[in-house]
Nanobody, 129 residues
Framework: QVTLVESGGGSVQVGGSLRLSCAVS????????MGWFRQAPGQAREGVAA???????YYAASVKGRFTISQNNADNTLFLHMNNLKPEDTGMYYC???????????????????????WGQGTQVTVSS
């Protein structure tokens, strides 16, 4: 059973930076797309960044060039480095593990009943002008 615990959210001004971390445990015996999703009030949850087994990364158009997803395999930690933050980046950010069957990892909106292999508990990011 995969368990994910996020940390690193907070409040920042426009143009600032934050780094989110996700401690991953139990992700053995399978291949996963590891990703970051976010959800603003009243909006659908959306995948903003993902990393596939072997390292290929994928980004939503809204964050490409500003966000970087990475992982430290030595201590099983997933990161999301966020630069040049904008008010529209405000939301709850979730780490997720999705079963990997080949091809690119998905980024974009997901249905409200989408259930990956695991969700983290979420961490709030607030960007103010």
């Amino acid at each position: 059973q995969v368990t994910l615990v996020e940390s690193g959210g907070g409040s920042v001004q426009v143009g600032g930076s934050l780094r989110l971390s996700c401690a991953v445990s139990g992700a053995t015996g399978g291949a996963y797309c590891m990703g970051w999703f976010r959800q603003a009030p009243g909006q659908a949850r959306e995948g903003v960044a993902a990393i596939a087994p072997g390292g290929p990364t994928y980004y939503a158009a809204s964050v490409k060039g500003r966000f970087t997803i990475s992982q430290n395999n030595a201590d099983n930690t997933l990161f999301l480095h966020m630069n040049n933050l904008k008010p529209e980046d405000t939301g709850m950010y979730y780490c997720a593990a999705s079963h990997y069957y080949g091809g690119p990892c998905y980024t974009g909106p997901v249905a409200s009943d989408y259930v990956p292999a695991a969700w983290g508990q979420g961490t709030q990011v607030t960007v103010s002008s």
